[in-house]
């Protein structure tokens, strides 16, 4: 019996370890190696480590049911490529692992991904957000972090919201930094911004060689505003150089992409310090429960980043999809059956994972709330959220404004709070530095060129966008201040300055908000009203005696056909030589006794009256011109007359006109006199060109003519044809953006009559003279000729008579 009793014992006991046995296989836990690739010696690598740990102990103590646990297979890259290679084909080769969180940085990712195609093990990574890797064309890549081009947007509504239209943005020569370019582009196309030079800054660079690519930026553009994409291992040594040459002060700007702004708390204090007004864009992180409770058990000497969260998620989210997709360790088979027995690593021949494509549509299919705010892939990337825009103030970062993430939001209606800027400055950057000529000090000019102002500033209200700017004084002449556009001194010129086709090709005009031309003036004859023989000047004398002679002919030629059968034309020879000569003239006033009674004699009579009466009706007309206008006779009728005579001639100094007259007019340079003043016009035209010290005429721009016959218009006059200008406008840098604003901002000013009127009567009040239009201005009268009775054998009726 006691026998019996053992036997049922052991039997018993037997079946209960069977039995304990048997629930431990079916509830143990199964460890699925994880590889995780990571530059441990970086700040980013350092805090990642952290959060990857802390979220495995999180999430399996929040989740004890799994049967499944993640067993982290830590590799150091050392921040080298072929490291990071090397260690992921190992982890591949010797861990088996089923999957691999990293690699860390962008240039890393670009193999290690081409080696997860190869093996069919899903790469993870939350730091690599080139844009250059795309998940959609590397199936087994995850990016758990948002792509580099989801802030993009972000930064255009920021140069739009303070009216910048230009940047330069200032990049490291990684994939990472090289990757954003192509959306920047396509963002600054869009929003009319250019770019006028690109700065790309090699990682490994020292302070002096970082200044130096400073200082080439000062030399190649005027433009104040940057964009800075690059790491913390740049940034830490580039904002400490920006600050040494200068380019943290006031009247700077700079804003910094996700890469550094996710990562300014674990910066050093010296560096942050430098960085006193800069702009940022980062993804907004939830302020909830869990992430302050996450922060109050972070134990770490560094801040936690917006990275350090975002792999936090990762673990999560792998977690949840080796579950889901019941990984278990099997083992994983080789592209051929041949043994690798040499123990170095094949980049060729790599291990295919059997569970691979399985758990990466279970990741691809995840959705959860994590620390960093929702986990959801579209595309194999983390889905964008929220934006937000912060000002770095002291030691501290304010919040000035939110970027909601939807597609459809209109940028005009992004709010920011005014930020303080580099050098504690209240005010935006950057004021547009316009150059305006320095002729202030004459009266007449300077109504032009307040006119001018006034226009830019109407214009300037008139833009969709704010636009600051201050004028700076230029004393020398308008090719020269244009110059300092393409000297980079200038941003603008604005005044008086008239389009012609060479000032084009080192500038870009706005359309004219003003037409303007070029024309002569010259001194005014002596006046010969009171000249006795002044009714002598109607007819040359060529045609005087021409009518003489045909006085004398008409009148014998009558005689002839007369006096045979008349005797009304008979008589004595004195007589009839006086018949001969009174009766033609007795003609001109219809009062001639005699009668004539031959028919030829009639049809001559016929042709000759008609003749006196045109000759009559035209020597009346021309002597009543003569003697209303003959106060206006021109000394020079054209230039052609003052090139012959071989006569100087003055022009307005500091402009164009000096080219103008030699390229276009031929006129020799050195009969070529400037004058600064309408003084100096009436100064020269009043010593005239018989003694070489004056001139014969006058080469200015209309305007400036109108002006000056208005003080002296008694005197001189307006002659000779006008030459077309391009008109009045505004200069600026060649391919400006702001070209096409200001131009549409011209036209909708000029088109308005009140508005432009309002600023016309200002200045001039009896409105603006292009051209020759006011009582000084008149032609010649000169005497008639023969040519004035000729014919026009090309007038279709074959003769036309001109008067």
Not at 66 to 76: S, V
Not at 280 to 305: A, H, I, L, Q, Y
Not at 578 to 595: D, Q
Request: proline share 4%; hydrophobic share 40%; net charge neutral.
């Amino acid at each position: 019996m006691g026998n019996l009793l053992r036997l049922h014992s052991s039997f018993s006991f037997l079946c209960f370890l069977l039995l304990s046995t048997w629930v431990g296989l079916l509830f143990a836990v199964e460890l699925i190696p994880i590889g995780v690739v990571l530059d441990t010696n970086s700040s980013v690598g350092t805090v990642a480590q952290s959060c990857i740990s802390m979220a495995r102990s999180d999430f399996y103590e929040r989740h004890p049911n799994y049967r499944t646990k993640l067993d982290l297979r830590i590799r150091d890259s050392e921040n080298d490529v072929v490291t990071a290679a090397s260690a992921a084909l190992d982890l591949i080769e010797n861990e088996r692992v089923h999957a691999i969180i990293g690699p860390q940085t962008s240039e890393h990712a670009k193999f290690i991904i081409e080696l997860g195609a190869k093996a069919k093990i899903p790469i993870i990574s939350f730091s690599a957000t080139s844009p250059t890797l795309y998940p959609t064309r590397n199936q087994f890549f995850i990016r758990t972090a948002q792509d580099d081009c989801s802030q993009v947007k972000a930064i255009a509504s920021i140069i739009g919201a303070f009216g910048w239209r230009e940047i330069v943005p200032i990049y490291e020569n990684t994939e990472y930094g090289k990757g954003l370019i192509p959306c920047l582009n396509d963002a600054f196309e869009a929003i009319d911004t250019r770019v006028p030079y690109r700065s790309v800054i090699d990682p490994r660079s020292y302070e002096t060689q970082i200044l130096e690519e400073l200082h080439k930026i000062t030399n190649h553009t005027l433009t104040k505003i940057f964009l800075v994409h690059m790491t913390k291992e740049l940034g830490s040594k580039f904002f400490p150089a920006a600050e040494k040459a200068g380019m943290m002060t006031e009247g700077y700007a700079w804003i910094v992409t996700e890469g550094l702004s996710s990562l300014l708390d674990p910066m050093e204090p010296e560096v942050i310090n430098s960085m006193q007004g800069v702009l940022g864009v980062r993804p907004r992180v939830p302020n909830t429960t869990r992430v302050e409770d996450f922060r109050k058990r972070w134990n770490s000497s560094t801040e936690v980043t917006l990275f350090g969260l975002w792999a936090y998620d990762t673990v999560w989210a792998l977690a949840m999809a080796v579950e889901k997709a019941g990984i278990t360790n099997s083992t994983s088979q080789k592209k051929n059956d041949t043994n690798n027995s040499t123990g170095i690593l094949d980049f060729a021949d790599v291990r295919i994972s059997e569970t691979g494509p399985r758990l990466l549509n279970e990741i691809l299919t995840t959705k959860f709330r994590g620390l960093s705010g929702d986990f959801s892939l579209v595309n194999g990337t983390l889905e964008p959220s929220r934006l937000e825009i912060f000002n770095v103030r002291e030691q501290n970062e304010y919040i000035i404004g939110y970027r909601p993430k939807e597609e459809n939001f209109p940028d005009a209606k992004l709010k920011l709070q005014d930020p303080k800027w580099p050098g504690n400055a209240k005010e935006k950057p950057t004021k547009l530095r316009i150059g305006i000529p320095g002729r202030e000090n004459i009266k007449e000019y300077s109504k032009v060129v307040n006119f001018s102002f006034d226009i830019f500033d109407a214009v300037v209200k008139n833009l969709t966008f704010p636009l600051f700017y201050e004028f700076h004084s230029f004393g020398g002449t308008y090719d020269e201040l244009l110059m300092q556009i393409q000297n980079k001194t200038l941003d603008a010129v604005v005044g008086d300055i008239i389009i012609v086709a060479n000032r084009s090709n080192n500038v870009d005009f706005t359309l004219p908000f003003s037409e303007s031309s070029v024309a002569m003036v010259v001194s005014v004859k002596h006046d010969e009203r009171n000249n006795i023989w002044i009714f002598l000047k109607p007819l040359s004398w060529g045609l005087w005696l021409t009518i003489g002679a045909a006085f004398m002919l008409t009148g014998f030629i009558i005689w002839i056909l007369e006096h045979r059968t008349n005797t009304e034309f008979r008589g004595g020879k004195n007589q009839q030589l006086g018949m001969i000569f009174w009766f033609s003239f007795s003609t001109l006033v219809f009062a001639h006794k005699e009668r004539v009674v031959n028919n030829w004699s009639r049809f001559v009579l016929i042709v000759w009256v008609l003749a006196v009466l045109i000759i009559t009706q035209s020597y009346a007309g021309s002597l009543a011109s003569i003697l209303t206008v003959q106060r206006l006779q021109p000394a020079f009728l054209d230039v052609n007359e003052i090139k012959r005579n071989n006569y100087s001639v003055g022009y307005q100094n500091g402009s164009f006109l000096k080219g103008f007259l030699i390229a276009e007019l031929g006129f020799n340079e050195s009969k070529l006199k400037p004058c600064d003043s309408p003084e100096d016009y009436h100064h020269a035209l009043l010593l005239g060109c018989k003694n070489g010290a004056g001139v014969a005429a006058i080469f200015g721009e209309t305007f400036f003519l109108n002006l000056f016959l208005q003080k002296y218009g008694s005197r001189y006059k307006m002659v000779g044809p006008t030459y077309n200008t391009g008109g009045f406008g505004f200069a600026f840098p060649k391919k400006s953006p702001l070209v096409s604003y200001i131009s549409r901002a011209i036209l909708e000013v000029t088109e308005d009559k009140d508005k432009f009127g309002n600023i016309t009567k200002k200045y001039f009040p009896d409105g603006i003279v292009h051209g020759d239009q006011s009582d000084s201005i008149s032609s010649d009268c000169p005497s008639l000729t023969l040519k004035s009775f000729g014919g026009d054998p090309t007038h279709p009726l074959g003769y036309k008579i001109r008067f």
